[in-house]
């Protein structure tokens, strides 16, 4: 079902749903499973508004790590590629958190972004000068300033030296937009391989 390269249909969807039992079954009873696990694996569907599954319970029945996982779950869920689409941009999956305060517990959303910052390292951004470059750390005390690698001329689409800047020290310079690699032709692999992968 999970490799099935158009959208699921209602019924694919509740053999899909049913991966929150079958995930119980296998550790359950199993060495170093913590309640806190079995609590995580439970109710990382539910949302704060009860519409989520399987049992489909509302806030006050939700510990905190249920509602850290939730949204961790739909953060990835929203950015990994996937054989009928292709993930979203980060600042998408944020913008979709942030947006759904009836199912996502805002305050936890909001640490979220504080510790992976809006353009998650590996990130390609697009700058205002027409360069492209490579999150390479995050900004905690400002998350739309990390600090990047500059690799790319998206003007005249040719790589550049490399130069790293940190945005918090710039004020000209700032992220306009993240990028998908491919729009470019970029090799995303070999990018993070020269320039993270150190």
Do not use: W
């Not at 899909?16 to 696990?37: D, F, W």
Request: with cysteine.
């Amino acid at each position: 079902v999970l490799s099935k390269p158009s959208a699921l249909n209602d019924n694919e969807m509740q053999v899909v749903k049913k991966h929150v039992a079958q995930s119980l079954g296998l550790v359950k009873g199993e060495k170093g499973i913590t309640p806190l696990m079995l609590d995580m694996i439970v109710n990382h569907h539910e949302r704060l508004d009860g519409t989520g599954y399987p049992r489909g319970i509302a806030a006050e029945k939700l510990s905190r790590a249920a509602r850290i996982m939730a949204i961790v779950d739909v953060y990835d869920a929203m950015t990994a590629d996937r054989p009928h689409q292709m993930g979203e941009e980060p600042i998408s999956a944020l913008r979709y958190l942030l947006a759904n305060k009836h199912m996502f517990d805002s305050e936890l959303v909001q640490r979220f972004i504080k510790c992976l910052g809006v353009h998650p390292v590996g990130t390609i951004v697009k700058l205002n000068n027409e360069r492209l470059a490579l999150v390479m750390e995050g900004n905690h005390e400002n998350p739309i300033k990390p600090k990047i690698k500059i690799f790319y001329n998206a003007k005249h689409k040719h790589h550049i030296t490399a130069k790293d800047v940190d945005l918090s020290a710039e004020k000209e310079l700032k992220i306009i937009a993240s990028i998908k690699p491919l729009d470019y032709q970029l090799n995303l692999a070999r990018l993070l391989k020269e320039h993270l992968l150190v």
